[in-house]
């Protein structure tokens, strides 16, 4: 006797006709079909040059690196300059007092040649301060624009790490 026969006796089910074993038979190569062409549509697309070989997988894990400076110990090294490049008597002086009544260390304030934008320069690992410094140069939560220090500043950066200079704007 037909083992399919005898176990779709057992389960009350009726025989397999033969447009039903056609229908399997279909079913059959069309999934075998699509495990070919998925295949084929995998080897085309797979990186012919590299290294490791066909069939590998690259596992890429990237860990994030501590920073040698933490902003916390940027603020502690930082030197904050205050340069009035506007029109407006005092700018840099009452800016200066505010920061180091925040116990920024600040040196004396200047003036600079005027411009007309608000920009707090940092030199090279302060940006993290430079951001803390210009909250306090727009408190109302907008920060001017904060700029890598230029190789030739057109103002004395003297020992400063930080360089808030206030423009006309």
């Not at 495990?35 to 490791?52: F, H, R």
């Not at 009035?84 to 008597?89: G, I, L, R, V």
């Not at 803390?132 to 001017?144: A, D, I, L, R």
Request: glycine share 8%; no cysteine; hydrophobic share 40%.
């Amino acid at each position: 006797m037909n083992p399919n026969k005898m176990n779709r006796d057992k389960m009350n089910l009726a025989p397999l006709s033969s447009s039903d074993r056609g229908s399997v038979g279909r079913g059959t190569a069309l999934v075998a079909v699509a495990v070919i062409l998925g295949i084929i549509v995998l080897q085309a697309t797979d990186d012919k040059e590299s290294p490791l070989g066909s069939g590998t997988v690259r596992v890429t894990t990237t860990t994030a690196q501590k920073s040698t400076s933490t902003v916390a110990e940027q603020t502690k090294k930082l030197r904050v300059l205050v340069l009035n490049a506007s029109s407006k008597k005092g700018a840099a002086a009452t800016l200066t007092k505010e920061l180091k009544d925040q116990e920024f260390d600040v040196l004396d304030p200047d003036d600079a040649p005027a411009q007309a934008e608000t920009v707090v320069y940092f030199k090279e690992g302060f940006e993290g301060g430079a951001g803390q410094v210009g909250q306090y140069v727009y408190p109302s939560g907008t920060s001017p624009p904060i700029k890598p220090l230029p190789a030739v500043p057109a103002f004395d950066a003297r020992d400063a790490t930080v360089i808030v200079v206030i423009g006309t704007g």
